[in-house]
T-cell receptor, first 111, second 115 residues
Framework: QQKVQQSPESLIVPEGAMTSLNCTFS??????FAWYRQHSGKAPKALMS????GEKEEGRFTIHLNKASLHFSLHIRDSQPSDSALYLC???????????FGAGTRLKVIA | ETAVFQTPNYHVTQVGNEVSFNCKQT?????MYWYKQDSKKLLKIMFS???????VNETVPRRFSPQSSDKAHLNLRIKSVEPEDSAVYLC??????????????FGPGTRLTVL
């Protein structure tokens, strides 16, 4: 059974800082890796996803995947107060319809 | 407007009652999901449907039963609710093709409180 764990549980950073969030998974056959962001009282919304080893950058956000280490991460450059939210990582295998989410990292960016 | 819609937004009920939640997506996706998000914000999948067919049925109590009339609608019925059913129920949809999994679009959720 897939296990997905996130670290840290919570994080407070000053505005303008680089933020790094981590996610580890247990099933080496996993093929889809994604980050979702959930603002308070709102639905989760997809931020970025990746299928193969390496990095992908979109604006201030970078996702990095290392399948051999069973680890992927999200980096937020120039963090803004509007980035304050719950960040959820998600993992899925191609061929099934099941996504497993981590327990989340609560990020607070202080102006 | 294309999105995932859920009704009701909130529902308060007594232990032992039956409740039903509705979900509709206008994104043209072929796969829909029900998730439960508890008070600690842990998001757990309950069911997945692909083109009206049940694909994933996680270990949930038998009092939960999903229903799909077509690929755009997925409802959830809970017979005889219990206090531990209090949570936010999120509906989502996605499209899958040769590339595998794709991002899920979530509805706003239905907050259930069982007294």
């Amino acid at each position: 059974q897939q296990k997905v764990q996130q670290s840290p549980e919570s994080l407070i950073v000053p505005e303008g800082a680089m933020t790094s969030l981590n996610c580890t998974f247990s099933d080496s056959a996993s093929q889809y890796f994604a980050w979702y962001r959930q603002h308070s009282g709102k639905a989760p919304k997809a931020l970025m996803s990746i299928f193969s080893n390496g990095e992908k950058e979109e604006g201030r956000f970078t996702i990095h995947l290392n399948k051999a280490s069973l680890h992927f991460s999200l980096h937020i450059r120039d963090s803004q107060p509007s980035d304050s939210a719950l960040y959820l990582c998600a993992v899925s295998n191609t061929g099934n319809y099941k996504y497993v989410f981590g327990a989340g990292t609560r990020l607070k960016v202080i102006a | 407007e294309t999105a995932v819609f859920q009704t009701p937004n909130y529902h308060v009920t007594q232990v032992g009652n039956e409740v039903s939640f509705n979900c509709k997506q206008t994104l043209g996706h072929d796969t829909m999901y029900w998730y439960k998000q508890d008070s600690k914000k842990l998001l757990k999948i309950m069911f997945s449907y692909n083109n009206k067919q049940l694909i994933v049925n996680e270990t949930v109590p038998r009092r939960f039963s999903p229903q799909s009339s077509d690929k755009a609608h997925l409802n959830l019925r809970i017979k005889s609710v219990e206090p531990e059913d209090s949570a936010v129920y999120l509906c989502a949809s996605s499209v899958r093709d040769w590339g595998g999994s794709y991002e899920q679009y979530f509805g706003p959720g239905t907050r259930l409180t069982v007294l």
